[in-house]
Structures are given as C-alpha cells and as structure tokens.
T-cell receptor
Framework: DSGVTQTPKHLITATGQRVTLRCSPR?????VYWYQQSLDQGLQFLIQ???????AKGNILERFSAQQFPDLHSELNLSSLELGDSALYFC?????????????FGSGTRLTVV | GIQVEQSPPDLILQEGANSTLRCNFS?????LQWFHQNPWGQLINLFY???GTKQNGRLSATTVATERYSLLYISSSQTTDSGVYFC???????????FGKGTRLHILP
C-alpha cells in the first residue's frame, strides 16, 4: 500500500455519462496530481492542486474538472464521456518543501466507456 | 514544453544480466524521477534524482543535469524487474512532471 488511495479501482460506464474519481493523498502531502494513461498517449498530466488551490493545468479537456477539498482529498469529474476517455487514471501526491519531491502514486482507476 | 526521450524502447534480457536505461531531456530541470510500472499497472517511485548519483540495492541512477541526461542501472536482473521504466522531469522542484514514453523491460527466467 503506497499510502495514496484511489477509488473506485474499476469503473464501466456508458457514453454520455458522468463519473467521479476519488483520491486520498498520503498523510501530510499537500500536493495532488492527476494523470491519464492511455495506450496511444502514454502518461499525460491533467491537473495539480496544492493545499486546496489549483497550481497547474495540463491538457485537461473542458469536460473534465477537479477539486481538492479542505481535508486534502481530491476528486476528478469526467462528464459527457466518450469511448476515447477509456484509460487508467492515476492520482499522485507529494510534500513539496521537505527536500524530497518524489511522487507517490495510487493504484489507479481503470475507466472503461462502452 | 520539455521533451523527454527514453531509450531503448524495448529490452529483453536473461535473468542475471545487467542493463542501462537512458533518459534525455531537452531543457534544464530541477525535478527528475524514475518509476517502475509493474505488470499489474502499479507505478512505483524508484528515485528522485535531479542531479548526482543514488543507489538502492541492485538499482542505481545517475543524472548529469548539465548534459541533460539520466541513466538507470539495473544489476543482476530478476524476473520481478520486468515492466516499464519511466523517466519524468519537471522544470522546478515542485512542478508537475512530464513522462517519457518508457522502456519496456522483459527479464526471461
């Protein structure tokens, strides 16, 4: 167990639907990052939050949104789902300022859109 | 943005062999990490190494920041080393990191 918890582990849903992926960072980590891994695009950065505030945005679609709550857990919302959104979605956390900026990844949520 | 290139893309080795994986990046970075993605999909952080050399058991890594490359060494390979090895870099220490396409390593028993 890495200390980063992602739920659910698997999700199957239909096109046009909306889903919410949840991430609880490692205890004490203030930064949360979301990545999408697909076969053709590799690991793509989506968005970063630091202590509740959005810090950086990658190639995140307008249909996708995220937030980080006061307890530091984060949610990634995917709406109007398309077949191409099928992928593995990872969350990672880190604790900037401690000298070790290494990321710890959760086990991912595998999303299948049918 | 920063470009990350990893080589070789694929590597097949016999158990017990040594290997060197390379990561080249196109701009100066202050964050560089190596990860192993096992066959079950889990991403494990191996090293945070923006410069210098680190060792952890059979694995070691060296980053030469001024020449914009990093190397990951795996000695005495075991079948459990199979998977994909990713290098990821960030311009600043607490920035997002950008991943390379990875090196797929297959260790034969």
């Amino acid at each position: 167990d890495s200390g980063v918890t992602q739920t659910p582990k698997h999700l199957i849903t239909a096109t046009g639907q909306r889903v919410t992926l949840r991430c609880s960072p490692r205890s004490g980590d203030l930064s949360v990052y979301w990545y999408q891994q697909s076969l053709d695009q590799g690991l793509q950065f989506l968005i970063q939050y630091y202590n509740g505030e959005e810090r950086a945005k990658g190639n995140i679609l307008e249909r996708f949104s995220a937030q980080q709550f006061p307890d530091l857990h984060s949610e990634l919302n995917l709406s109007s789902l398309e077949l191409g959104d099928s992928a593995l979605y990872f969350c990672a956390s880190s604790m900037p300022g401690t000298g070790n900026y290494g990321y710890t990844f959760g086990s991912g949520t595998r999303l299948t859109v049918v | 943005g920063i470009q990350v290139e990893q080589s070789p893309p694929d590597l097949i080795l016999q158990e017990g062999a040594n290997s060197t994986l390379r990561c080249n990046f196109s701009d100066s970075v202050n964050n560089l990490q190596w990860f192993h993605q096992n066959p079950w999909g889990q991403l494990i952080n191996l090293f945070y190494i923006p410069s210098g050399t680190k060792q952890n058991g059979r694995l070691s890594a060296t980053t030469v920041a001024t020449e914009r490359y990093s190397l990951l060494y795996i000695s005495s390979s075991q079948t459990t080393d199979s998977g994909v090895y990713f290098c990821a870099v960030g311009r600043n220490r607490d920035d997002k990191i950008i991943f390379g396409k990875g090196t797929r390593l297959h260790i034969l028993p």
